[in-house]
């Protein structure tokens, strides 16, 4: 099993910054892929980012060029910085990782943008 613990969400100002956080801990060798994705009210859960163990990365097209993920493999951590938020990026973030095809979540982080 694999425990994420993310942190870093909370209110913010259009335009404004928020870096979130996840480290993952316990069954840990063989991950794979760290995400991101987001789930506002009534909407489905989307991708948002994601890192292979490489480091390549993709982006949901709205976010691309405000947002940054990067992951340190020591410490098995990921991290989401937002920039240039907007309103509509008011969501629950959920960490993610893969291990051996198997995906693990983490409780989610609320982000609030306000206009």
């Known amino acids: 099993q694999v425990q994420l613990v993310e942190s870093g969400g909370g209110l913010v100002q259009a335009g404004g910054s928020l870096r979130l956080s996840c480290a993952a801990s316990?069954?840990?060798?063989?991950?794979?892929?760290m995400s991101w994705y987001r789930q506002a009210p009534g909407k489905q859960r989307d991708l948002v980012a994601r890192?292979?163990?490489?480091?390549?990365?993709n982006y949901l097209d709205s976010v691309k060029g405000r947002f940054t993920i990067s992951r340190d493999n020591a410490k098995n951590t990921v991290d989401l910085q937002m920039n240039k938020l907007k309103p509509e990026d008011t969501a629950v973030y959920y960490c993610?990782?893969?291990?051996?095809?198997?995906?693990?979540w983490g409780t989610g982080t609320l982000v609030t943008v306000s206009a």
């Open positions: 316990g069954s840990i060798f063989g991950i794979s892929h």
């Open positions: 890192i292979t163990y490489g480091g390549s990365t």
């Open positions: 993610n990782v893969q291990r051996f095809d198997v995906d693990y």
